[in-house]
């Protein structure tokens, strides 16, 4: 019994160190996808309906603070396709690959 209880701890000390060692990279992950998002809000013209802070026009929902608002999974899927999310909904679907709406839902859920 001690001896079981020594190999799991070995092993759970283990798993804890190389989950510790992965951790700074995929912090560095995400703050590249969240940097990627924010050029993307530029690139596909979120800035002609949407504000930031001081940036953009005032047409359609400030999102300075969506992030506060939302789960980054729901604004992934508003970004898929508005119209499923509420079919009353001005914006358009925007043509972007799957990538680039991950990164943007991940750089608006960072708007807090």
Do not use: N
């Not at 001690?2 to 560095?28: C, E, H, T, Y």
């Amino acid at each position: 019994m001690k001896g079981d209880f020594s190999m799991i701890a070995r092993v759970f000390a283990l798993g804890l160190a190389i989950a510790l060692a992965g951790a700074p990279a995929v912090a560095q992950d995400r703050a590249a996808l969240i940097a990627q998002g924010q050029k993307l809000f530029t690139a596909q013209g979120c800035y002609g309906c949407h504000t930031v802070g001081k940036v953009g026009t005032p047409i359609a929902s400030d999102l300075s603070r969506v992030g506060s608002k939302h789960k980054e999974a729901y604004l992934l899927q508003w970004l898929r396709d508005p119209a499923t999310q509420k079919p009353t909904a001005h914006m358009p679907k925007i043509a972007m690959t799957e990538a680039e709406a991950r990164a943007l839902a991940a750089w608006l859920a960072s708007l807090r």
